[in-house]
């Protein structure tokens, strides 16, 4: 309905307009002192993420609703591996150069998915910015794995996980990492699938010139 588009729309901008804000304010800050912006790259962006990836949980919801055609379980891999690395593992690895990295690939293909969702509710498709969206995620999705397995290496390896209430126990946490970095690597190789599916869905031969028309 033209409600539940409107609302999608309003939602990918602000996603957009998030993502931008963070995608724009690292290269000024890189541009303006250098690798000296790597260190505290998380402390000045590190709460726009925080409420981008919150907000990003709502895209679950559409699709179990039914006003979001994706697939349910890569886009919930996809986010989940995010909050994860974001709401975890990070605030373990603070002022590395690989979190600038890995935000810096987080961005980028967000910025180019939300714009082009954007002109997709609005029945504008620009072949490049298809071409784009569906095919810089396939070379990129895998190097922010990697980052975030390099980020995984270099937690403290005496940290403990202490579980909430009602548990009164802690895991060791380099422990947990093992088991996610599997669990990452057998999601990456999924979801790398999906994303050849959907490029080949949307710009196939005939799609293309549908889009055209």
Request: proline share 4%; hydrophobic share 50%; glycine share 6%.
């Amino acid at each position: 309905s033209f409600t539940m588009n409107m609302y999608l729309f309003v939602y990918d901008l602000m996603q957009f307009c998030g993502h931008s804000w963070i995608f724009t304010n690292m290269i000024v800050r890189f541009m303006t002192f250098g690798k000296d912006s790597l260190a505290d790259t998380f402390h000045s962006i590190g709460l726009v993420m925080r409420l981008c990836q919150l907000l990003s949980v709502l895209e679950i919801l559409h699709i179990l609703i039914g006003i979001d055609k994706s697939r349910l379980l890569p886009r919930f891999l996809q986010i989940t591996e995010r909050i994860i690395i974001l709401f975890v593992v990070i605030n373990k690895v603070q002022g590395k150069s690989v979190v600038c990295v890995l935000f810096f690939l987080w961005n980028l293909l967000d910025v180019v998915r939300y714009t082009y969702n954007m002109l997709a509710r609005m029945g504008i498709y620009y072949l490049p910015l298809t071409w784009l969206n569906f095919s810089l995620c396939i070379p990129l999705y895998p190097l922010s794995v990697l980052a975030k397995g390099k980020e995984l290496g270099r937690v403290p390896t005496t940290c403990f996980l202490n579980l909430p209430f009602p548990f009164t126990f802690s895991i060791y946490f380099p422990y947990v990492l093992k088991m996610y970095l599997l669990v990452l690597f057998a999601g990456m190789c999924f979801i790398i699938r999906n994303l050849f599916s959907e490029r080949m869905a949307h710009l196939g031969t005939g799609n293309i010139k549908n889009k055209r028309s």
